[in-house]
């Protein structure tokens, strides 16, 4: 069980704040519940119940050596680039639930580097977005940088 005001790792969500619990009562039977905020959505509001028994996503927040461990590995990761948008798009469905950070950053960083010479599909901008604010809330908390600065931290360019 993770604890009030602690970061977690989520696999679809990025990092979370243990921000409470709560019961909840469905069909005579008491469900506690983690209530989560998420640092840097766009909606301050944005809360996700997640139920205490069944986190098989969550796990512990890793710690400093991990995160640099990590950050080395996404800074000299090779890009993964598939032409092809419906290809593209396929790995889109399911990177989220089978893929690591890395896996996931490969084919932010190919994004990166093609978005000026191709039109990104609106699947490609919705990957972005999610990529980014899994992989950069991560970076940010656990090593305390800008969350604005991690895409510059994470490609070698200058702050």
């Known amino acids: 069980m993770y604890d009030l005001n602690e970061y977690v790792f989520h696999k679809i969500y990025g990092v979370l704040f243990v921000e409470g619990f709560e019961t909840i009562e469905l069909n005579n039977e008491k469900i506690k519940y983690y209530v989560l905020s ?54 889109y469905e399911n990177i989220f639930y089978n893929a690591d950070i890395p896996t996931i950053f490969s084919y932010l960083k190919a994004l990166y580097e093609h978005k000026d010479v191709i039109k990104l599909t609106i699947k490609d901008q919705n990957f972005m977005r999610r990529a980014e604010q899994i992989i950069f809330s991560l970076i940010s908390v656990g090593l305390n940088i800008n969350y604005k600065d991690v895409k510059a931290y994470l490609l070698g360019e200058t702050i």
């Open 38 to 91: 998420m640092p840097f959505s766009q909606n301050e509001t944005t809360r996700v119940k997640l139920p205490i028994d069944n986190c098989e996503m969550i796990s512990n927040f890793p710690n400093k050596d991990e995160l640099n461990s990590l950050t080395d590995k996404l800074q000299n990761i090779k890009s993964i680039w598939i032409p092809e948008s419906k290809k593209r798009i396929k790995v």
